[in-house]
C-alpha cells in the first residue's frame, strides 16, 4: 500500500428480513400422487408445482402390485418421476406406499416378502441414478404409508424392512418413520447411548392433534413401557429433542392454536422441541387458515406477523447474519470476523459452503470460510474468525484466470479511491444450490459491506 493511501473496511447495516426464504431441503411441502403403473407427462406436471417450494412430497401408489414384482416400465415410471422433481430443484420427500385412502391392511400384499422385494426394486432405482431425495418416509406399510393399520408393524417386521432398504439409501437419504417408539425399535439401547444414530428419523402426522399427538406419545413413564413402546409426551418430546438435533423431522398439524397468547406459545415451543425441518401446507387446513388470522403479539421484527408465516419462515435452518468485520492484519494477511445466527426450528442436515466474495470491475475473487453449517443449532450463534490473503483465488469468474486474480487483489491495494465490494456467499455443497441469509437484501448471496483504498 503506498505510504499517501489508506485502507478502510465500510460495512453494510445487517437487518434481520422476515421474509420465508426458499432454501433448499427445509419449509412447506404439498403431496404428489402418482400411479406406479402411470408414466407422467412433465410438460403438463410442471403448472401443478407450487411457486417458491423447494420441498416435494412425492407419495407413489403401489396397489396395483401387491401380488407381484415391479415391472420394469414401473420402474421407468419412477425414474421419471425423480428425474422431473430433480430437473425442477425440488428436494424429494418419497413414500412408496401400498394404500391412498386409509385402508392398510386391505391394500398391502399377503406376503411379506412381496414387500421386501418392492424395497429392494425401489432402493435400486434410488442407486442407480441420480435424485433428489432426502427422505424415505415410511416403510411403504400402513394407511396412507403413514405405517398406521398394518399387520406389518412388530417389532421383528419393522426391523427386516430397515434392514432390507438400509443398504440402498447411501449417505445423503434418512430414513423417517412414525413414531419416537419405531425409531427406537430401529436402534437399541446401547447404540442411543454411543450416539450412533445412523440415517434414522421421525415424521408426526399428528403435530398438535391431541397431548400425544394422536397416539405419536404414549401414557407410561419410559421407566414403566421400556425402550420400545411409547413413552408420556414429556419425556418424548425431550427424546425427540435430542435425536432430531441434526436430522430431518416433519410431518402434519391436525389441531392448532385458539388465538390466546398461551395457546400460540404453546404451539410454537412444540414445534421447536421437535427441531420441525418440514411441514404438509395442506393439512389440517382448518388450521393452517386458523394460523394465518393469528398474529403474534411479541417486539421485534416479527412483531404483528401472522403465526402462519412465522412457523413457514422458521422451519428447518434460518441463518442471519448478524456482524461481519474485515480487519488488515500484520504480513500482508486480512482478517475476517462475523457471527451467524440459525432462528430457524433446526439445524441445516446437509453440508454447505461458505464463500467470501470480493468484487471489483476487474472480476471477482472467492476465498472459502471454514464454516460447518451443520453445527450451527438452533438458537446458537456462531462466531468465525479466519485470515486470508487477498491473493488466495480460488474460483475466477469473467474469463479471468488465477494470475489476473492476484492483479486485481492488487489493485484494490494501489490504485486510488478504489472500491472492493464483499459479499457473502453460502451454497450447498451436493450441488452448489444457493442458500440464502435471513438478511434484508438478500439474496443469492448478501452484499456485507467494502473495502476502500483512499487518499490519506
Request: overall charge negative; aromatic content about 10%.
Amino acid at each position: 500500500m503506498k505510504i499517501n493511501q489508506k485502507w478502510e473496511w465500510v460495512p453494510e447495516e445487517l437487518r434481520e428480513s422476515t421474509e420465508e426464504l426458499k432454501n433448499p431441503a427445509r419449509g412447506w411441502y404439498e403431496i404428489y400422487t402418482f400411479r406406479a403403473e402411470d408414466g407422467i407427462h412433465p410438460q403438463e406436471l410442471r403448472w401443478s408445482l407450487r411457486e417458491g417450494e423447494t420441498l416435494a412430497l412425492v407419495l407413489i401408489d403401489l396397489r396395483a402390485y401387491r401380488d407381484r414384482a415391479l415391472e420394469n416400465e414401473t420402474l421407468e415410471n419412477i425414474r421419471s418421476i425423480l428425474s422431473f422433481f430433480m430437473q425442477y430443484k425440488k428436494d424429494v420427500i418419497l413414500r412408496p406406499a401400498y394404500d391412498t385412502e386409509g385402508k392398510g391392511r386391505e391394500r398391502e400384499p399377503e406376503e411379506f416378502d412381496t414387500v421386501l422385494l418392492h424395497i429392494r426394486q425401489i432402493g435400486a432405482v434410488l442407486q442407480q441414478m441420480d435424485h433428489s431425495v432426502c427422505i424415505f418416509q415410511g416403510l411403504l406399510v400402513g394407511s396412507w404409508g403413514e405405517m398406521h393399520d398394518s399387520r406389518y408393524l412388530t417389532p421383528e417386521h419393522l426391523r427386516t424392512l430397515y434392514g432390507t432398504l438400509r443398504p440402498y439409501l447411501g449417505s445423503e437419504v434418512y430414513l423417517a418413520v412414525r413414531t419416537p417408539a419405531m425409531w427406537r425399535i430401529l436402534t437399541d439401547e446401547e447404540r442411543f447411548s454411543r450416539g450412533d444414530f445412523e440415517k434414522t428419523t421421525v415424521f408426526d402426522d399428528g403435530i398438535l392433534g391431541s397431548m400425544t399427538h394422536l397416539g405419536t406419545f404414549g401414557t407410561m413413564t419410559r421407566e414403566a413401557a421400556g425402550w420400545e413402546q411409547a413413552w408420556t409426551r414429556k419425556e418424548e418430546l425431550e427424546f425427540l429433542d435430542h435425536i432430531t438435533r441434526n436430522v430431518p423431522c416433519g410431518g402434519e398439524v391436525v389441531s392448532g392454536a385458539d388465538g390466546s397468547k398461551e395457546s400460540v406459545e404453546f404451539a410454537i415451543n412444540e414445534l421447536k422441541r421437535m427441531h420441525l425441518t418440514y411441514l404438509n401446507c395442506a393439512h389440517d387446513r382448518t388450521v393452517l387458515d386458523d394460523w394465518k388470522q393469528i398474529h403474534l403479539k411479541v417486539n421485534g421484527a416479527w412483531k404483528e406477523h401472522s403465526l402462519y408465516d412465522y412457523v413457514g419462515s422458521h422451519l428447518g435452518y434460518r441463518l442471519t447474519l448478524r456482524s461481519v468485520e474485515v480487519k488488515r492484519c500484520l504480513s500482508g494477511k486480512w482478517e475476517l470476523e462475523l457471527e451467524i445466527e440459525n432462528t430457524g426450528f433446526a439445524a441445516p442436515f446437509q453440508e454447505m459452503e461458505l464463500f467470501l466474495v470480493l468484487e471489483t470491475e476487474e472480476g471477482i475473487q472467492e476465498v472459502p470460510v471454514a464454516f460447518d453449517a451443520r453445527a450451527c443449532c438452533p438458537g446458537e450463534r456462531k462466531k468465525i474468525v479466519q485470515r486470508f490473503r487477498m491473493d488466495c483465488v480460488n474460483q475466477m469468474k469473467e474469463k479471468n484466470t488465477a494470475k489476473q486474480g492476484t492483479q486485481i487483489a492488487e489493485k484494490i491495494l494501489r490504485t486510488g479511491a478504489r472500491e472492493s465490494q464483499i459479499f457473502l456467499e453460502l451454497r450447498r455443497k451436493k450441488d452448489g444450490q444457493p442458500v440464502q441469509f435471513a438478511n434484508e437484501k438478500s439474496a443469492d448471496r448478501l452484499l456485507v459491506g467494502s473495502l476502500q483504498v483512499r487518499d490519506r
